[in-house]
């Protein structure tokens, strides 16, 4: 059935984010509809020319409240997706990391999980919750001393 008045709730990076985000709307019992970019608008000789044609996610006006809880939900998986580690890095304990130049241990807040940072002792480089973790330097220690 057509939208009797219709709103854009969603503008998409491609087709198939429409057709994700209007699955997730149908999922939830919201009737949507997808306008995709099949036009040649954006084309020229270099490639696409972005921000010419979105495709969009349209729902019904009675229906715009309830859109909301799901494009936040997608929008979180979608962020998940594209960086599973950043979950644990806003939650995660600190992290312990030995240095390789100097053998000291130092602790850095969880916020900076996979960033490189200086060691306090010697200044040295240190890569920070990456597999190289304190917990895993002590493991191999005790097993290189057996």
């Known amino acids: 059935m057509p939208l009797r008045d219709p709103v854009a709730v969603y503008n998409a990076a491609n087709n198939v984010e429409a057709h994700l985000v209007k699955n997730a709307l149908l999922a939830s019992g919201i009737e949507a509809y997808v306008t995709e970019d099949i036009s040649q608008v954006g084309v020229w ?17 009675v ?15 979608a962020a998940e ?16 990391v030995v240095c390789e130049e100097c053998g000291g241990r130092s602790s ?11 060691c306090p002792q010697c200044g040295g480089f240190v890569d920070v919750g990456d597999e190289d ?5 002590s493991e191999a220690e005790a097993e290189g001393e057996q």
């Open 108 to 118: 850095f807040p969880a916020a900076q999980w996979g960033s490189v940072q200086q």
């Open 81 to 96: 997706l594209r960086d599973p580690a950043a979950e644990k890095v806003r939650t995660g304990p600190p992290i312990e």
């Open 45 to 61: 000789m270099g490639g696409l020319i972005a921000e010419i044609h979105k495709p969009q996610v349209w729902v019904d006006r």
């Open 63 to 77: 229906d715009i409240e309830r859109t909301g809880p799901v494009l936040d939900e997608y929008e979180r998986r």
């Open 133 to 137: 973790t304190a917990s895993d330097w």
